[in-house]
């Protein structure tokens, strides 16, 4: 039995993509790890598949297609669920996505239809709205760029003040020069003979989310030295429970470009070590 501090929630978020409903419905049940926010067990690419989706210790569900019709529709009902933390359970909740085709473009429709915890209500409207609007459509939009999550005990503010002000410890080193920490600021990162970047401060919204845009690059083991050219570097910040999960995406950093594997290493050494280190511990732990 579910507790008197839940209500049965219906909450719907849409976007419009400039593709068709088959590439649409191809990336919602081929690329979930690429746009949900947990880690991913198993697949969901047919009727009765079963999948889990976990976060460390802390938080597991598990999930079957309930409903499938191709380019149209897909449910997920949620079979099993437990947050250890204070043993909310969402069971018997549906994940639905809805496709509708329009002349140039498809509408996706994704609602989520089940229970909640009273004081959470606005907490599942800015999940889903980041998962929908913001890491789907980037994926659409972008491609399969390169993503990657770390989970941390420490509050949203401290992860968005490592991040703005202390890109020499996890990423640039000595290397590094100028400032991110006002909108239009730009810092350089130059290892003499690998790499060259210029990055520009786009978008910043404190503790919650900040994007540079690189502005120049120059890799000379590259074919194409300028691949890092007018892409974006994003930092999602969102709280969860008492961590903080933070999503990186290098947005046009995809598998059809030649430094896509290698540098691909190197966000997840960087973000996933130096970083994470960093935050938990104080220091980046180089090696």
């Given at each position: 039995?579910?507790?008197?501090?839940?209500?049965?929630?219906?909450?719907?978020?849409?976007?419009?993509?400039?593709?068709?409903?088959?590439?649409?419905?191809?990336?919602?049940?081929?690329?979930?790890?690429?746009?949900?926010?947990?880690?991913?067990?198993?697949?969901?690419?047919?009727?009765?598949?079963?999948?889990?989706?976990?976060?460390?210790?802390?938080?597991?569900?598990?999930?079957?297609?309930?409903?499938?019709?191709?380019?149209k529709k897909m449910v997920w009902l949620?079979?099993?669920?437990?947050?250890?933390?204070?043993?909310?359970?969402?069971?018997?909740?549906?994940?639905?996505?809805?496709l509708t085709p329009g002349p140039n473009?498809?509408?996706?429709?994704?609602?989520?239809?089940?229970?909640?915890?009273?004081?959470?209500?606005?907490?599942?409207?800015?999940?889903?709205?980041?998962?929908?609007?913001?890491?789907?459509?980037?994926?659409?939009?972008?491609?399969?760029?390169?993503?990657?999550?770390?989970?941390?005990?420490?509050?949203?503010?401290?992860?968005?003040?490592?991040?703005?002000?202390?890109?020499?410890?996890?990423?640039?080193?000595?290397?590094?020069?100028?400032?991110?920490?006002?909108?239009?600021?730009?810092?350089?990162?130059?290892?003499?003979?690998?790499?060259?970047?210029?990055?520009?401060?786009?978008?910043?919204?404190?503790?919650?989310?900040?994007?540079?845009?690189?502005?120049?690059?120059?890799?000379?083991?590259?074919?194409?030295?300028?691949?890092?050219?007018?892409?974006?570097?994003?930092?999602?910040?969102?709280?969860?429970?008492?961590?903080?999960?933070?999503?990186?995406?290098?947005?046009?950093?995809?598998?059809?470009?030649?430094?896509?594997?290698?540098?691909?290493e190197g966000w997840d050494t960087v973000?996933?070590?130096?970083?994470?280190?960093?935050?938990?511990?104080?220091?980046?732990?180089?090696?």
């Open positions: 039995m579910k507790s008197q501090n839940y209500i049965q929630a219906r909450y719907t978020v849409a976007i419009d993509v400039a593709k068709s409903p088959n590439d649409v419905f191809d990336h919602i049940i081929n690329d979930v790890p690429g746009y949900w926010p947990e880690e991913m067990e198993g697949k969901c690419t047919q009727p009765g598949d079963e999948f889990i989706f976990r976060t460390g210790d802390s938080h597991y569900s598990k999930n079957k297609v309930v409903e499938l019709v191709p380019d949620v079979t099993e669920s437990l947050r250890n933390t204070d043993n909310y359970d969402w069971t018997g909740t549906k994940m639905i996505f809805e473009s498809t509408l996706l429709e994704f609602t989520y239809d089940g229970v909640v915890l009273e004081n959470e209500y606005e907490r599942l409207v800015q999940i889903c709205d980041m998962v929908i609007k913001e890491r789907l459509y980037h994926l659409f939009t972008s491609g399969k760029s390169y993503t990657t999550t770390i989970e941390v005990a420490q509050p949203p503010h401290d992860v968005f003040k490592r991040i703005t002000t202390d890109i020499a410890k996890w990423w640039g080193g000595q290397d590094l020069e100028g400032d991110s920490t006002k909108l239009n600021d730009e810092f350089v990162i130059d290892h003499p003979g690998t790499h060259y970047s210029r990055q520009k401060l786009v978008e910043l919204i404190p503790d919650k989310k900040i994007t540079w845009l690189i502005t120049e690059s120059t890799m000379s083991w590259l074919k194409d030295p300028t691949e890092w050219a007018n892409t974006k570097l994003i930092f999602d910040i969102t709280s969860k429970e008492d961590t903080t999960v933070l999503h990186f995406t290098h947005e046009g950093l995809t598998p059809d470009k030649q430094c896509y594997a290698r540098c691909s973000i996933k070590d130096y970083l994470f280190n960093l935050i938990t511990n104080g220091r980046p732990d180089f090696t």
